[in-house]
């Protein structure tokens, strides 16, 4: 079945930098990937998702790229602010229609 | 997109006892899935239910221990019987976005088993 593997599990950037999160998935079949971010206290948040027929997806500050070949994917914060600080997790949906998530990344700006 | 209240958002309980936590959408949605959160750790889908029809378990999960009622589009319960201190986590309603995509999230309910 489908893993996803997401990195680093910790990132800490000075405020006004890059942040950039990378997961990997395993199925080929794999068509949909979310991000989603956490706040303390608060479920999940969609904040991007990407399909397979495309290669990139950007919103204001924050994009997505995927790269089907290698089968993997990753987040990306331009100038990241201290309302960035959070949970952010990847998922992929397998070929049953089903999310698997990724481990999470916590992420934290430095002022 | 939907907005979504759980309640009770948090609650202390002591072993062996049961807790019912409430899900209600603010739209009727087709399908209503339940995720546990343990601390630190990712989401665990525990089961998937769709109005009219018994809900779908995920392995290491059994009706018994977290019966599942839906009883309308817009509302779910997930009980969670005879907690251990194991059961301590954070449970989740999320509702679907559309082609099954579970793409919101209630606040969630932090249980606390002593």
């Known amino acids: 079945g489908e893993n996803v593997e997401q990195h680093p599990s910790t990132l800490s950037v000075q405020e006004g930098d890059s942040a950039v999160i990378k997961c990997t998935y395993s199925?080929?079949?794999?068509?949909?990937f979310p991000w989603y971010k956490q706040e303390l206290g608060k479920g999940p948040q969609l904040i991007i998702d990407i399909r397979s027929n495309v290669g990139e997806k950007k919103d204001q500050r924050i994009a997505v790229t995927l790269n089907k070949t290698a089968k993997h994917f990753s987040l990306h914060i331009t100038e990241t602010q201290p309302e960035d600080s959070a949970v952010y997790f990847c998922a992929a949906m397998d070929s049953n229609y089903q999310l698997i998530w990724g481990a999470g990344t916590k992420l934290i700006i430095k002022p | 997109s939907a907005v979504i209240s759980q309640k009770p958002s948090r609650d202390i309980c002591q072993r062996g006892t049961s807790l019912t936590i409430q899900c209600q959408v603010d739209s009727q949605v087709t399908m209503m899935f339940w995720y546990r959160q343990q601390p630190g750790q990712s989401l665990t889908l525990i089961a998937t239910?769709?109005?009219?029809?018994?809900?779908?378990?995920e392995s290491g999960f059994v009706i018994d221990k977290f019966p599942i009622s839906r009883p309308n589009l817009t509302f779910s319960t997930l009980t969670v019987s005879n907690m251990s201190p194991e059961d301590s986590s954070i449970y989740l309603c999320?509702?679907?976005?559309?082609?099954?995509?579970?793409?919101?999230f209630g606040n969630g309910t932090r249980l606390t088993v002593t």
């Open positions: 239910a769709n109005q009219g029809s018994e809900a779908t378990y």
């Open positions: 999320s509702v679907e976005g559309g082609e099954g995509r579970p793409l919101h």
């Open positions: 199925d080929s079949a794999s068509n949909y």
